[in-house]
């Protein structure tokens, strides 16, 4: 089984500053790890995604992410936020070899200010 | 990318009634289903996952004859309350995995009940 464990529940940033929303994982298998926003009342949509390779991961709306095996950790990156960004984040993990269930973390809530 | 649509996006209903929320992929076929619940300001809770043709699995401590899952078809999966209270109110979420790639899944829009 795994488990992700988000440990900020809220995130204050002024537009234009980066930010780093912070992920962990465990798990006692190889794992895919996501990350998904979620703006108020519509579904999740995904950002990033880890299954193998480069530990660095580019997604959308300048997004990215880096796997640390070692920290069991998956941060979630961008360089300059806008206002748009403002969301909640989620972090996902699953097994690895596809098919496998995700687990979600209890999400970080981003909010961008002017 | 593949679209998952989730239908009605609110819905409203009286106490003793029951609700049908409808989940499809419209460019894929997904081959399995997954039904979440999510209440404010929370994660999202796995209730269950559907494969086509066969019962869904459900969670420890979801009742299967309260969320009624169907998964008749490779593009449809149907949730339903059954005899909704309020304390079903919630967003509800599916997502489905795309049989080929069976990486990643992709998340419908979502449905807020509302039992008054």
């Known amino acids: 089984a795994q488990s992700v464990t988000q440990l900020d529940s809220q995130v204050p940033v002024f537009e234009e500053a980066p930010v780093e929303l912070r992920c962990n994982y465990s798990s006692s298998v190889s794992v895919y790890l996501f990350w998904y926003v979620q703006y108020p009342n519509q579904g999740l949509q995904l950002l990033l995604k880890?299954?193998?390779?480069?530990?660095l991961v580019k997604g959308i709306n300048g997004f990215e992410a880096e796997f640390n095996k070692s920290q069991t950790s998956f941060h979630l990156r961008k360089p300059s936020v806008h206002i748009s960004d403002t969301a909640e984040y989620f972090c996902?993990?699953?097994?690895?070899?596809?098919?496998?269930?995700?687990?979600f973390g209890t999400g970080t809530q981003l909010k961008v200010e002017l | 990318g593949a679209v998952v649509s989730q239908h009605p996006s609110r819905v409203i209903c009286k106490s003793g009634t029951s609700v049908k929320i409808e989940c499809r992929s419209l460019?894929?076929?997904?081959?399995?289903m997954f039904w979440y619940r999510q209440f404010p300001k929370q994660s999202l809770m796995l209730m269950a996952t559907s494969n086509e043709g066969s019962k869904a699995t459900y969670e420890q401590g979801v009742e299967k004859d309260k969320f009624l899952i169907n998964h008749a078809s490779l593009t449809l999966s149907t949730l339903t309350v059954t005899s909704a209270h309020p304390e079903d109110s919630s967003f509800y979420i599916c997502s489905a995995r795309d049989g080929h790639s069976n990486t990643e899944a992709f998340f419908g829009q979502g449905t807020r009940l509302t039992v008054v």
């Open positions: 996902a993990v699953s097994g690895a070899g596809g098919g496998n269930k995700l687990t």
């Open positions: 880890y299954l193998s390779g480069s530990t």
């Open positions: 460019d894929f076929q997904a081959t399995t």
